[in-house]
């Protein structure tokens, strides 16, 4: 399987993906662990069928020591005990955030609620702005067909 277009040849790619990852540094200096934007990340690109950014974030995860067992059940974390109640709280705000078009009125005021229980007001901003840039994402790579499989852990620094 070959990507539609090679990001890394084409010098308008690059420029966009420096806005969108200057975007993402933001979120990385911020107090939000990166264990929730890792869990965040993988959860929307299941959502959206993203195979190369799940394989980047499931080895990034792994990589900074995330376990196996937490991965494997991410797609499934509500019917799991593995998350704390913080984490619960930022993937339904994930998964609100990723399927606006399914939802009458967008997040509900009850996610939004749970997910203000756990996050102060930096941190939520960190976990709206880290939800759009991983769709972002995940939009771009599954239009280009961009394949997972061949991600080395850190590659993109």
């Not at 990385?28 to 993203?50: F, H, M, W, Y």
């Not at 993937?91 to 749970?114: C, F, P, Y």
């Amino acid at each position: 399987m070959n990507a539609r277009l090679n990001v890394m040849e084409i010098p308008a790619a690059g420029k966009i993906v420096k806005y969108i990852n200057s975007a993402a540094k933001v979120v990385k200096e911020s107090t939000l662990p990166d264990s929730t934007v890792e869990l965040v990340d993988i959860r929307a690109s299941q959502i959206n069928g993203c195979g190369f950014c799940l394989d980047m974030h499931t080895k990034d995860a792994i990589a900074a020591g995330e376990t196996h067992q937490r991965l494997h059940l991410v797609a499934v974390w509500r019917d799991a005990t593995v998350f704390t109640e913080a984490e619960r709280a930022a993937l339904e705000l994930a998964e609100q955030g990723t399927r606006l078009a399914d939802a009458a009125g967008g997040v509900t005021d009850e996610a939004w609620a749970n997910a203000a229980k756990h996050y102060d007001e930096d941190q939520l901003m960190a976990l709206v702005a880290q939800i759009a840039v991983i769709n972002a994402y995940n939009r771009m790579n599954v239009m280009l067909e961009r394949p997972g499989g061949d991600y080395q852990p850190g590659q993109f620094g």
